[in-house]
């Protein structure tokens, strides 16, 4: 197999907010549920927020000894972040993890961190949630917030801490079918997986975007040079002969070394795709982020 092609090029990212929550349940059906519902639908481009999965946790892993998840939620670092992140991610736990039967939140502290007072206290927005009837007690070493529900309680740690990381790292797969990119985008999200820190909040993204647009009311439009379907329409088409498919795999991280590891190990992944025919990555002229991450520096 010929060597797949790596683009001279790099990708921007930007700064941050996030907080890592522990959410555990019953069983495996609760927790994904939870976990997958609380992340969904990225919405940093229109003011709000973003999540993912980190990773699994086994019962031995989390504070009251059910299987367990690290999930991350972010919002795009700015004056009024902290207060943007509390809103956010009182709403993803309340109406993604606390209507889920049998499920509990627990603070997975960031990494390192040097701002021991950036936390969330979950009572206002969250806690609040038993009408007046919630309590705070001592748990599992912990103090949490017993909220009364209609199964039981839901149990949520009372302060959540927050720091400051690196969005949107990414890096793009040219391949010649749907199947390949498919199955590239597969092994790179699944090898992201095994990176500490880092979270990939669209799974595989089939549809990369552009800072300027026609219609301002939509957000985000297509970035139309590169889609392959365009080819015949656009002289200035980049999308190379033979390419069918290009999938993006966006990289939030709680350092920039996350990133950067996570960007290596999706590249990494997908050495041996057959129908992959170059690597490259989403950047914008240095109009979107500070973070300028040169795909060939990786290696």
């Not at 992140?85 to 997975?108: D, W």
């Not at 439009?221 to 200035?236: D, E, G, I, R």
């Not at 170059?278 to 914008?284: D, E, L, P, T, V």
Request: charged fraction near 25%; glycine fraction near 10%; charge should be negative.
């Amino acid at each position: 197999m010929a060597e797949i092609e790596i683009e001279d090029t790099y990708c921007e990212a930007f700064d941050g907010l996030f907080t890592r929550i522990c959410v555990t349940a019953r069983d495996e059906k609760r927790l994904k549920q939870a976990a997958y519902g609380a992340t969904a639908l990225p919405c940093t481009v229109f003011g709000e927020s973003e999540g993912g999965i980190e990773r699994w946790l086994s019962e031995r892993e989390t504070p009251d000894g059910r299987k367990g998840a690290i999930i991350q939620f972010w919002v795009n670092y700015g004056v009024d972040a902290p207060k943007k992140l509390e809103y956010e991610v009182s709403k993803r736990i309340r109406q993604g993890i606390l209507v889920v039967p049998t499920t509990a939140v627990f603070n997975a502290s960031a990494f390192n961190s040097h701002h021991h007072d950036w936390q969330i206290d979950t009572m206002d927005k969250i806690g609040h949630c038993g009408d007046g009837y919630e309590t705070v007690e001592h748990r599992f070493g912990r103090e949490v917030i017993a909220v009364p529900i209609m199964m039981g309680e839901f149990l949520v740690e009372r302060y959540l801490s927050y720091d400051k990381g690196v969005m949107g790292g990414n890096v793009w797969f040219f391949c010649e079918s749907i199947e390949s990119g498919l199955e590239a985008g597969e092994k790179a999200v699944e090898a992201i997986e095994s990176v500490e820190g880092a979270i990939t909040p669209f799974g595989i993204c089939a549809a990369g975007s552009k800072p300027e647009t026609k219609y301002p009311e939509v957000g985000p439009t297509t970035n139309h040079l590169y889609c392959p379907t365009l080819v015949q329409k656009l002289s200035a088409s980049k999308v190379p002969r033979g390419v069918h498919s290009i999938p993006e795999i966006v990289i939030n991280g709680v350092s920039l070394d996350a990133v950067e590891e996570a960007m290596r190990a999706a590249i990494a992944s997908v050495r041996d795709v057959e129908g992959v025919v170059r690597i490259s990555a989403g950047n914008y002229g240095g109009k979107l982020g500070s973070y300028k991450i040169l795909l060939k520096a990786l290696f």
